[in-house]
């Protein structure tokens, strides 16, 4: 029964109190539900230990965001894809065509490295950083039974070294939908003045 009252108690105070430190415990509750519960639960579920990603560069982005124009895009980024064989009738019908944003929030699903196809974008882990890359898959070949991923972010001139041979063993998972836009700044906004010059602020278009 005390244990009883005392929870009574609490949740009275943390619901009904004006104080600053029941909006400090209420912040802190919730911080630990989302960390610790909602998001190990969640991951569980689709199959991967990121189910949320934060988009943190502008690596993925088109031109306007939403408002892309496919066609002004495509004659600028032709040349990359067409290397590898995609065609612009082929891009068009890849998940998230129009790429997204930098702090965007993206859905995160299990990715099955043999259903994984040319296309789809992918998160993936590198030696020698600490966050993982989220980029789309190029090409895909297989070298003793393994399946080889090569990715390219749609915004970026071409590849970089770490994305050339991504093994199995180096995904994260599959990028499936955004449910966020924006939102992730809520984040990225204490970390901004911590980044080179060249990755601070909005995206802009390369031409």
């Not at 502008?58 to 290397?83: G, L, P, T, V």
């Not at 296309?119 to 898959?137: C, L």
């Not at 070294?161 to 924006?182: C, D, F, H, M, W």
């Amino acid at each position: 029964m005390k244990i009883k009252k005392s929870l009574s108690d609490f949740w009275h105070w943390l619901w009904n109190s004006d104080s600053w430190w029941s909006y400090i415990v209420f912040v802190l509750l919730i911080f630990i539900i989302v960390k610790f519960i909602f998001l190990p639960g969640m991951g569980l579920i689709l199959g991967t230990k990121l189910p949320l990603a934060i988009v943190e560069s502008c690596s993925m982005y088109h031109e306007n965001n939403f408002r892309s124009n496919y066609d002004s895009w495509w004659d600028y980024s032709k040349s990359k894809y067409e290397s590898y064989n995609i065609s612009k009738e082929q891009f068009r019908e890849f998940s998230m065509a129009k790429g997204f944003n930098k702090g965007d929030i993206l859905l995160i699903t299990r990715a099955n490295p043999d259903k994984l196809k040319v296309g789809d974008i992918i998160i993936f882990s590198t030696a020698g950083r600490s966050t993982p890359i989220i980029h789309r898959i190029v090409s895909i070949k297989e070298q003793n039974g393994e399946k080889i991923f090569s990715t390219m972010g749609d915004h970026n001139p071409g590849q970089l070294a770490q994305e050339t041979e991504i093994r199995s063993n180096q995904l994260v998972g599959k990028a499936s939908l955004r449910i966020g836009p924006y939102m992730g700044w809520v984040k990225l906004i204490f970390f901004e003045s911590s980044r080179s010059a060249s990755e601070k602020g909005f995206c802009k278009n390369n031409f």
